[in-house]
């Protein structure tokens, strides 16, 4: 029990440490996600209709 009482001490000892981001920071790398998995969505979305047809076109 000793053992993981000084675990979390020495756990919260650490976040101490830590520089944590500011709310401005946080909602502008959270837009940039976003952005960013709509544009791959996009492109994933274009490819893959592309070799649908491409099969189509192969298959008939």
Do not use: C, Q
């Not at 996009?42 to 189509?56: P, Q, Y």
Request: charge should be positive; proline fraction near 2%.
């Amino acid at each position: 029990m000793k053992k993981v009482l000084e675990y979390i001490h020495e756990s919260r000892e650490e976040l101490k440490k830590v520089t944590w981001p500011s709310r401005d920071e946080v909602t502008n790398f959270t837009w940039i996600v976003i952005i960013t998995v709509v544009i791959v969505s996009i492109f994933l979305w274009f490819v893959d209709s592309a070799l649908m047809t491409l099969i189509r076109k192969v298959i008939k």
